[in-house]
């Protein structure tokens, strides 16, 4: 198994975030629990997090299909992950991980995100699920550590900021949904993560704020790399996959 290890900022002034990227996965170590939301297959909503993990899934993986988070709980197994981890799915290959920081003074924001848009949707598309799991999850996945720490009610505001920030990179990309004439506002399996770090807690992060506009520019900025850079990926572009799902 292919692993580059390096480090993030500090959580506080000795203790540091591991990042592990591997050949299909990205997971992010923390020295102490710390709280997170997101809507992620595996520990979704509010949890004390001790890692977070984007995992790759391939298409037509029949044992994903089955049971997706028990298929996440084997691979958190498998790397020994002690403690509670959240698990978010992709079906986007991890050398097109985007990595992005913006920081003012002590407020900073890092944002991993790996940026796939073969089921590119609109807002009020008509739906399409039919209760099976998605065979090809090409997806927008959002992680964003948040310092200083956020408020659960703060938590919940970035994740609209966030969201803000997908569209308005979706927008400008052009990125049109796989169901309809729409522009897309993002794809059927997006999933975003906020992690809130260090003290003292914000209670606001709105775009009036430092750490709204930081966060929007970091969500915004990378998924429009990332949108960029799937559109150069040779031959197994998200669209062609996506049509051999179906085939």
């Not at 990227?21 to 297959?41: M, Y």
């Not at 985007?98 to 089921?119: I, K």
């Not at 994740?159 to 400008?172: D, H, K, N, S």
Request: aromatic content about 4%; glycine content about 8%.
């Amino acid at each position: 198994m292919q692993m580059d290890m390096s480090r993030v900022f500090k959580a506080a002034p000795s203790e540091e975030i591991m990042i592990r990227k591997e050949r299909d996965a990205l997971i992010l170590s923390f020295p102490r629990p710390v709280l997170t939301l997101s809507w992620a297959v595996l520990n979704g909503g509010f949890c004390r997090a001790d890692h977070i993990l984007n995992h790759q899934v391939h298409i037509g993986d029949a044992a994903f299909i089955a049971d997706p988070e028990l298929w996440l709980q084997k691979q958190v197994q498998r790397r020994k992950l002690h403690g509670r981890t959240v698990a978010l799915v992709t079906g986007v290959a991890m050398t097109s991980l985007v990595q992005f920081s913006s920081r003012h003074g002590a407020a900073e924001v890092t944002c991993f995100a790996t940026v796939g848009s073969a089921n590119a949707l609109s807002a009020g598309d008509a739906a399409s699920f039919n209760g099976d799991a998605i065979a090809c999850p090409h997806t927008i996945n959002i992680i964003l550590l948040v310092r200083p720490g956020l408020r659960q009610e703060a938590m919940v505001e970035a994740v609209q900021i966030a969201t803000e920030g997908r569209v308005r990179a979706l927008y400008e990309s052009g990125v049109l949904s796989s169901r309809s004439t729409l522009r897309a506002t993002g794809t059927g399996t997006d999933c975003i993560a906020v992690v809130s770090l260090g003290e003292p807690e914000s209670r606001y992060c709105g775009k009036h704020t430092k750490l709204g506009e930081l966060l929007g520019l970091a969500s915004y900025t990378s998924v429009k790399k990332g949108v960029a850079a799937s559109r150069h990926r040779p031959m197994n572009s998200d669209r062609e996959d996506l049509a051999r799902s179906r085939s």
